[in-house]
């Protein structure tokens, strides 16, 4: 059965001191959470930069970079699902992020996604693909696989190299479109995200899908899932929808993120192709709108339904026994 697991980057504001840290992961396990994913800038000293601009995302990673989270994870009886890392450093420092990886006892590396990064531009794609590719076979050899995980700006439609848009600075070139002259589109490979499906090694290379986003962009979300199969080999787990009660101003509201089964999508039928894919583990992310403003009100609200359609895992039942 699939883990159950909570991203850190929920965490930063509920573990402004380690003792803060340890009580909150305490309190994560008791909720029937059995793992948490962990993000490379948040269990290492960074620059001033990246948590300026994770705050300003409202994400903000606090001062864990200082904590023993080998030991804080140990203690609270939590299982290391995955390191999501930044492709820039797997490329430079391998063997830091193997260490590390070790160190958590995962075999899971996740590139956390690209930035400064032209998602329209088939040729940057393709190198992509091939990074990832590259990655993936040096992690492989200390038997630690290499997982992508995407957000929206995946779902871009390709332009090809030589084709007028790429350089035409128009309305058509800068909204990323891929028309043939018939006005239809250019096929299955014309998204980046169906072109790193393609074109990437699936012995080196697979994926930790992250649900939301191609819901915000307007993909077939369950198609998607299906289309990836076993690749898919983590999930990460959102609802959207709105807070909102009583009259509204407009009629048009802002979807944003929500608590499990608080929102609109079908979560019921997502979970059910996740199972079928074999998924190692479903991991708990909102990006921000916490119930309450709090992300551990949010967590709580958020096992109900988590505990509902993943059971403990045979090894966490095994344990028990």
């Known amino acids: 059965m699939a883990m159950k697991a909570v991203q850190q980057i929920m965490l930063g504001s509920v573990c402004r001191t380690e003792h803060e840290a340890a009580d909150t992961l305490d309190r994560i396990h008791a909720l029937g959470y059995e793992g948490i994913e962990l993000n490379g800038f948040m269990i290492r000293k960074t620059s001033p930069i990246v948590r300026l601009l994770t705050r300003a995302a409202g994400m903000p990673v606090?001062?864990?970079?200082?904590?023993?989270?080998?030991?804080?994870?140990r203690d609270s009886g939590l299982a290391v699902t995955a390191v999501h890392e930044d492709l820039g450093m797997i490329e430079r420092e391998p063997e830091t992020v193997?260490?590390?990886?070790?160190?958590?006892?995962?075999?899971?590396?996740?590139?956390?996604?690209?930035?400064?990064?032209?998602?329209?531009s088939q040729k940057a794609v393709a190198d992509l693909a091939g990074r990832l590719n590259r990655s993936g076979r040096i992690l492989s050899k200390s038997g630690v696989q290499l997982l992508y995980h995407n957000h929206n700006s995946e779902f871009r439609r390709l332009i090809p190299p030589g084709c007028p848009e790429s350089d035409a600075d128009t309305d058509a070139?800068?909204?990323?479109?891929?028309?043939?002259?018939?006005?239809?589109?250019?096929?299955k490979t014309d998204t980046a995200y169906?072109?790193?499906?393609?074109?990437?090694?699936?012995?080196?290379?697979?994926?930790?899908?992250?649900?939301?986003?191609?819901?915000e962009a307007g993909v077939n979300v369950p198609s998607l899932m299906r289309r990836l199969g076993t690749r898919m080999k983590l999930w990460h787990i959102n609802d959207r929808g709105t807070r909102i009660s009583g009259p509204s101003i407009t009629p048009i509201l802002k979807?944003?993120?929500?608590?499990?089964?608080?929102?609109?999508?079908?979560?019921?039928?997502?979970?059910?192709?996740?199972?079928?894919?074999?998924?190692?583990?479903?991991?708990?992310?909102?990006?921000?709108?916490?119930?309450?403003?709090?992300?551990?009100?949010?967590?709580?609200?958020s096992s109900g339904f988590m505990n509902s359609h993943f059971p403990h895992s045979a090894a966490d039942t095994s344990e028990s026994d």
Do not use: Q
């Not at 070139?173 to 096929?187: E, F, M, Q, V, Y």
């Not at 697979?206 to 819901?215: G, I, K, L, Q």
């Not at 921000?288 to 551990?296: G, I, M």
């Open 255 to 301: 979807s944003d993120c929500m608590e499990l089964g608080y929102g609109n999508m079908d979560l019921e039928m997502l979970s059910r192709i996740a199972l079928e894919n074999k998924i190692d583990a479903v991991i708990l992310e909102m990006h921000r709108n916490f119930a309450e403003h709090s992300p551990l009100t949010s967590i709580r609200l």
């Open 194 to 215: 169906e072109y790193l499906i393609e074109h990437t090694d699936p012995e080196f290379v697979n994926f930790e899908f992250d649900s939301y986003w191609p819901t």
């Open 62 to 73: 606090g001062k864990g970079g200082s904590y023993d989270w080998a030991k804080l994870i």
């Open 98 to 120: 193997l260490r590390e990886a070790d160190s958590f006892g995962t075999d899971k590396i996740v590139v956390t996604g690209m930035y400064r990064f032209d998602m329209s």
């Open 173 to 187: 070139g800068k909204s990323g479109s891929s028309l043939s002259p018939d006005g239809t589109r250019s096929g």
